[in-house]
C-alpha cells in the first residue's frame, strides 16, 4: 500500500515537472493576451517601418520639386541689336539662368553689341515715384566702342544697351556712367537718363 502510494506521489512530481518546463520554454506565455501582444508588437514594427519609407519617398518628392522650382527661376530676355544697315535693331529672344546684370551683359557681348571684356563696374536699379530707374557704371572698353562708331553706330550700340536694359527690368530710364565719370563721346554727352530708344525692328 505504502509503495503504491509512493509511486503515485512521484509519477505526480514528474507530471508536474513536466508541465513547469513546457510553460517555461513558451514564448512570452501561451495565452491569447501574451499572442496578442506579440502580433501588436510585430505589426506596430511594420509599420513604423512603412512610415519611414514613406517619409523617405515623400522627401525626394519635395526635393525633386524644389530643384523645379530652382529651374523654373531661369528667364527669357530680349536682346536688341543693331541690323546691317545701322538704322534699326533686331531683337533676339535669350534665355539666361536668372536676371542679373551681368549675364545679360554675357549676351550682348556674344551677339556683338559691346566689346569682349566689357564689365559692369556697378549696377544699382532704383525706384522713385513708382517707376523704375536702372544706374549703370561701365569699364573703358565700353567708350573704346563707343569712341570708334560714327553718330549712327553709337546711336544703334547705345539704343541696343538701353533697350535690352530696360526691357528686361521693366524700367523706365538708363543711367550710366564709364569709370564713375559721365562719358562724352564727341557726339553726344551722357549726363542726363535715357529712355527707351523707338526705332524700326
Given amino acids: 500500500m505504502r509503495k503504491g502510494l509512493a509511486i503515485m506521489l512521484i509519477a505526480i512530481v514528474v507530471v ?16 491569447e493576451n501574451g499572442a496578442g501582444q506579440i502580433e501588436d508588437t510585430t505589426k506596430t514594427e511594420d509599420v513604423s517601418k512603412e512610415d519611414i519609407t514613406t517619409d523617405q519617398i515623400a522627401t525626394e518628392e519635395i526635393t525633386t520639386e524644389e530643384t523645379t522650382t530652382e529651374e523654373d527661376t531661369a528667364c527669357v530676355i530680349t536682346i536688341f541689336s543693331p541690323n546691317e ?13 536668372e536676371l542679373k546684370e551681368s549675364f545679360i551683359l554675357d549676351e550682348l557681348i556674344q551677339m556683338k553689341v559691346v566689346l569682349e571684356g566689357t564689365r559692369i563696374n556697378k549696377f544699382e536699379k532704383r525706384e522713385e515715384n513708382a517707376k523704375v530707374c536702372l544706374i549703370v557704371d561701365f ?37 550710366f556712367t564709364i569709370n564713375g565719370e559721365v562719358f562724352e563721346s564727341g557726339h553726344i554727352i551722357y549726363d542726363e537718363p535715357l529712355g527707351f530708344f523707338n526705332m524700326n525692328n
Fill in 85 to 97: 544697315n545701322v538704322d534699326g535693331l533686331i531683337k533676339t529672344k535669350m534665355e539666361i539662368d
Fill in 139 to 175: 569699364n573703358d572698353k565700353l567708350a573704346d566702342l563707343l569712341y570708334s562708331c560714327g553718330t549712327s553706330g553709337e546711336y544703334v550700340v547705345m539704343a541696343s544697351i538701353v533697350n535690352t536694359y530696360l526691357e528686361a527690368y521693366d524700367a523706365e530710364s538708363f543711367e
Fill in 16 to 31: 508536474i515537472s513536466f508541465a513547469g518546463c513546457n510553460i517555461g520554454n513558451s514564448p512570452t506565455g501561451t495565452t
